[in-house]
């Protein structure tokens, strides 16, 4: 193999491309390699998996509107109950399969007291979903224009 050139500057350069042969050999030896483990990753161990059925539950929960006014006068689902009566509710909603979502829905002037009770109360004897209902405020700068 003769590098050298016909110029009279007597120095050697080096040779400026990439020799492609070692990784066409590289590529082809993978290529060989993933051919003939490919069949090997396809096989499947057989097992009997049971059969699995389920229906589609359509019964919604229940959902239970408690409102306080300002007052700490309290309204299950728009009728007025003292507050004994609604623990007692409570009690029995919360045996309840699905159990009923509780709606809280309180007056803006409303203690916060009053509601940390009553959400205690409902936690305590197992109602789980609890939620607060609010309406958002008229927005004012849309009167003035």
Avoid: C
Wanted: aromatic content about 6%; hydrophobic content about 45%; glycine content about 6%.
């Amino acid at each position: 193999m003769a590098f050298g050139g016909f110029s009279k500057s007597g120095g050697q350069q080096p040779i400026a491309e990439i020799n492609m042969v070692p990784l066409i050999d590289v590529m082809l030896v993978l290529l060989v390699i993933f051919i003939v483990t490919a069949p090997l990753l396809t096989h499947a161990v057989k097992i009997d998996l049971p059969k699995a059925t389920s229906s589609i539950s359509l019964a919604k929960p229940d959902k239970i509107e408690l409102a306080i006014d300002a007052g700490g006068t309290l309204y299950w689902n728009g009728e007025a109950v003292d507050k004994a009566t609604v623990m007692a509710r409570f009690a029995s909603e919360a045996r309840k399969t699905p159990q009923p979502e509780l709606h809280l829905r309180a007056d803006r002037n409303t203690r916060y007291q009053m509601l940390a009770e009553v959400m205690a109360e409902a936690a305590k004897v197992g109602l789980s979903k609890i939620g607060f209902v609010s309406e958002p405020e008229k927005d004012l700068s849309l009167r003035s224009r």
